[in-house]
């Protein structure tokens, strides 16, 4: 559980103190604020709960900076909202205008208000403040989570008679000095979540999110740690906004300042307008602290877990999907006997992904008219409804792919309502995507067309799944009923159908896709049960993809599917086994002509089902792990359980290596005073089997009965794995004794 304690003082130059210290001992973390005077709170520590927490409100001497010459007369340390008023000199972090005016605001704290106990666990604190000469009202909340995360936000009130214009407010994390170097992530579709480092130097690094959605590019968190931080060591500081719209991460550090991390959502002049008493609330900004990413990401994790009861209660189902099985060739007969090999092979979710719809042949056409095709379904909605009754009764549930806000230009919706797209002007329609454009879900009409569309499919057919796409980039985006730049108001609209979705069928499921990992946030994982990573299910290109991907989401809410080989993205050659392997710690499924396999490749893949069935519930509740290595061509990743009583590990072996055979491999998360059976799971026994190794001579350990040792053993100078082929990876478990 969480404390709050409110501690008052008075500073060396007579300032009044309030000093707030917030504590969850469970999850070994904590944070401080000092409010001087009327001034807004100061974060004046972030990181384990401390022994004499009394003693907080003497930090505010112990921080506050020294006038120096050249500067304004109190040195810049920046607030939770640093404004021009209090010395911050660098980036803008709140951006409002009154008739066009550019406000300069300096607020006064009216009301403190903390509250423990609320929201499963979390404390929260409330903090109001107004600026009464410019008639502008900040509420500030944040929230220390039962896993530890710490999320911010803000309301901002016109309490004014002209209209308010907000243009951003951005909230942020101050950093201890050794702070300074920064991780995140870029990438492009199919290559999603590619790790980059650089210094944290005076200055300003933001990655901007301006696609409507927070894209391929997108860095999923912003992390700052003493240098080469890792997953296992090094204290880090780590950011995330919790938005599916368009956003900002940022880390900035003036010559006067230690650094700032955090972000915020980003909007475009005109789209948030507030008449007297309206109110723009931001999104959640969260700060994860740990010793590694591992512990950052299980809190994330842990959070995550928190919102979705319904996936501790119900294993993963594991699913085909139809896509890269028949891409748009869809008929009854073929999806039968699909739907036949999957149960064979284990599957437990069949899902007929696009090509079901209107005029759909191609993706040039079709996409908006949300009615069976009677080209493909020769009884329209009745022979689609005998394709689900069918997979129902072969024990499966039915899932349907929608691209709900999107619509192609040659389509009957688009026809009839050229006005329900979004555009910059009445005459001009934004640059194409896959031959699409974005349906403005903030017209009502078009709103209650889409919704009306899925919800009567969704009763009629008898749909367990839904997995829904976001194809084109949302440029331009202006809603032509109300001449504003609509992005704010789109995302809100694709929550409400998420929403009202579930509340209307108890039990749905809906994955976010978006061209593959074009929208993995916070903001979208309060409603989805699922995302998918990338588009690519090369094995190789996965690796990585999935290990960043899971900083934030937890492994079951990954859907890692096994391909074909060669890769349909990367024509990459794989082995069968690798690109099980890949698939085992996510939401199994599979994306395979099943149809075109051997009987012996389908034969092992219902092994590989059957063995991942046997440990799922372990991976729905365990801890993830990855381990740091010094060999750049290896990973090691795992979970361990709750308890810490069984963890499955995966080494693979990506390119080769300059130790050879590879090096011995640590691994995390074990209870430090135990002792372990380490030994190879069933389907990675036999190194020969397929041409996986790459030894000449038998690995001691890797034996049916394995090996014994200690945590600590494990831990530090680790076990040797097995030598490996390149693109090959084994699996293997560690059972305390």
């Known amino acids: 559980m969480t404390r709050i304690t409110i501690i008052p003082g008075t500073a060396n130059d007579g300032t009044d103190l309030?000093?707030?210290?917030?504590?969850?001992?469970?999850?070994?973390?904590?944070?401080?604020?000092?409010?001087?005077?009327?001034?807004?709170?100061?974060?004046?520590?972030?990181?384990?709960?401390?022994?004499?927490?009394?003693?907080?409100?003497?930090?505010?001497?112990?921080?506050?900076?020294?006038?120096?010459?050249?500067?304004?007369?109190?040195?810049?340390?920046?607030?939770?909202?640093?404004?021009?008023?209090?010395?911050?000199?660098?980036?803008?972090?709140?951006?409002?205008?009154?008739?066009?005016?550019?406000?300069?605001?300096?607020?006064?704290?009216?009301?403190?208000?903390?509250?423990?106990?609320?929201?499963?666990?979390?404390?929260?604190?409330?903090?109001?403040?107004?600026?009464?000469?410019?008639q502008v009202a900040l509420q500030w909340t944040c929230e220390l989570t039962d896993s530890g995360l710490i999320r911010q936000s803000a309301t901002i009130t016109n309490l004014g008679d002209g209209i308010l214009d907000v243009n951003g407010?951005?909230?942020?994390?101050?950093?201890?000095?050794?702070?300074?170097?920064?991780?995140?992530?870029?990438?492009?579709?199919?290559?999603e979540r590619s790790p980059q480092r650089q210094p944290l130097t005076v200055g300003r690094f933001e990655k901007l999110s301006m696609a409507g959605r927070p894209d391929f590019d997108a860095s999923l968190l912003l992390t700052a740690g003493a240098p080469g931080f890792g997953f296992e060591h090094g204290d880090v500081y780590s950011v995330h906004v919790g938005w599916s719209g368009n956003s900002v991460l940022s880390a900035e550090r003036l010559p006067y300042t230690q650094g700032v991390i955090g972000g915020g959502e980003k909007l475009f002049g005109g789209e948030i307008t507030l008449e007297h008493g309206g109110q723009y609330t931001t999104p959640w900004v969260y700060g994860a602290f740990g010793t590694g990413l591992n512990e950052v990401a299980h809190r994330f994790h842990e959070f995550v877990r928190a919102q979705h009861p319904n996936l501790a209660n119900k294993p993963r189902p594991v699913i085909l999907n139809t896509w890269e099985a028949v891409y748009f060739q869809h008929d009854y007969d073929t999806l039968v006997r699909l739907a036949d090999k999957a149960v064979d092979s284990g599957?437990?979710?069949?899902?007929?992904?696009?090509?079901?719809?209107?005029?759909?042949?191609?993706?040039?056409a079709g996409l908006g008219d949300w009615q069976v095709s009677q080209d493909v379904w020769p009884d329209g909605a009745k022979s689609l409804k005998a394709l689900a009754d069918y997979v129902h009764s072969k024990g499966m549930e039915f899932g349907l792919w929608f691209e709900p806000e999107m619509v192609n230009p040659d389509s009957d919706m688009f026809r009839n309502h050229p006005d329900w797209v979004l555009r910059p002007t009445p005459g001009r329609l934004p640059m194409q995507g896959r031959s699409q454009q974005v349906v403005d879900l903030t017209n009502p009409d078009a709103y209650d067309y889409v919704f009306g569309a899925m919800n009567h499919l969704v009763g009629e057919l008898g749909i367990d799944y839904i997995k829904w796409d976001h194809n084109k980039l949302v440029t331009e985006a202006v809603s032509p009923r109300t001449g504003k730049p609509a992005?704010?108001?789109?995302?809100?609209?694709?929550?409400?159908?998420?929403?009202?979705?579930?509340?209307?069928?108890?039990?749905?499921?809906?994955?976010?896709?978006?061209?593959?990992?074009?929208?993995?946030?916070?903001?979208?994982?309060?409603?989805?049960?699922?995302?998918?990573?990338?588009?690519?299910?090369?094995?190789?290109?996965?690796?990585?993809?999935?290990r960043y991907t899971s900083l934030l989401v937890p492994p079951e809410m990954i859907g890692e599917h096994v391909g074909a080989s060669p890769a349909h993205s990367t024509h990459r050659a794989t082995s069968q086994d690798l690109r099980m392997d890949m698939?085992?710690?996510?939401?199994?499924?599979?994306?395979?002509?099943?149809?075109?396999?051997?009987?012996?490749?389908?034969?092992?893949?219902?092994?590989?089902?059957?063995?991942?069935?046997?440990?799922?519930?372990?991976f729905e509740t365990g801890t993830a792990v990855h381990a740091d290595t010094a060999d750049p061509a290896v990973r090691l990743d795992g979970i361990v359980s709750a308890d810490r009583s069984h963890a499955v590990y995966r080494f693979t072996q990506l390119?080769?290596?300059?130790?050879?055979?590879?090096?011995?491999?640590?691994?995390?998360?074990?209870?430090?005073?135990?002792?372990?059976?380490?030994?190879?799971?069933?389907?990675?026994?036999?190194?020969?089997?397929?041409?996986?190794?790459?030894?000449?001579?038998?690995?001691?350990?890797?034996?049916?009965?394995?090996?014994?040792?200690?945590?600590?053993?494990?831990?530090?100078?680790?076990?040797?794995?097995?030598?490996?082929?390149?693109?090959?990876?084994?699996?293997?478990?560690?059972?305390?004794?």
Not at 347 to 364: C, I, K, L, N, Y
Request: glycine share 8%.
């Open 347 to 364: 599957v437990e979710r069949f899902v007929v992904d696009d090509g079901w719809f209107g005029a759909r042949r191609d993706d040039t």
């Open 487 to 546: 992005v704010h108001e789109q995302t809100l609209a694709v929550y409400r159908i998420f929403r009202d979705l579930k509340l209307a069928h108890p039990g749905l499921e809906i994955e976010s896709c978006s061209s593959g990992g074009g929208r993995v946030d916070l903001g979208i994982l309060r409603y989805a049960d699922r995302i998918w990573a990338s588009d690519c299910v090369d094995p190789v290109e996965r690796a990585d993809i999935q």
């Open 169 to 191: 407010v951005e909230l942020g994390y101050p950093m201890p000095q050794q702070a300074v170097e920064i991780l995140t992530t870029t990438g492009h579709h199919l290559r």
């Open 655 to 737: 390119t080769t290596s300059q130790t050879y055979p590879a090096a011995p491999v640590d691994l995390p998360g074990l209870d430090a005073d135990a002792v372990y059976q380490v030994k190879p799971l069933s389907v990675s026994l036999d190194l020969d089997a397929d041409g996986i190794g790459n030894g000449q001579s038998a690995l001691g350990w890797w034996t049916a009965d394995g090996v014994t040792l200690p945590a600590v053993a494990l831990e530090t100078y680790g076990i040797r794995p097995p030598s490996l082929h390149p693109a090959q990876a084994v699996l293997f478990e560690a059972v305390r004794m």
């Open 583 to 618: 698939a085992f710690f996510g939401h199994m499924g599979i994306e395979w002509n099943l149809l075109k396999e051997s009987q012996e490749d389908l034969d092992k893949l219902a092994v590989w089902v059957r063995a991942y069935k046997e440990h799922r519930a372990m």
């Open 18 to 134: 309030t000093a707030v210290y917030t504590e969850n001992a469970a999850a070994n973390v904590a944070f401080a604020l000092i409010f001087p005077g009327k001034a807004l709170p100061r974060f004046v520590h972030w990181g384990r709960p401390l022994t004499h927490p009394e003693t907080l409100v003497h930090l505010y001497d112990a921080l506050k900076p020294q006038r120096v010459s050249g500067a304004l007369d109190n040195t810049a340390w920046p607030s939770i909202l640093p404004t021009q008023s209090e010395s911050w000199i660098g980036a803008q972090r709140i951006d409002i205008r009154r008739d066009g005016r550019e406000l300069f605001c300096n607020f006064a704290v009216t009301a403190i208000s903390p509250a423990a106990g609320d929201n499963e666990g979390a404390s929260i604190i409330s903090v109001d403040a107004q600026d009464a000469d410019q």
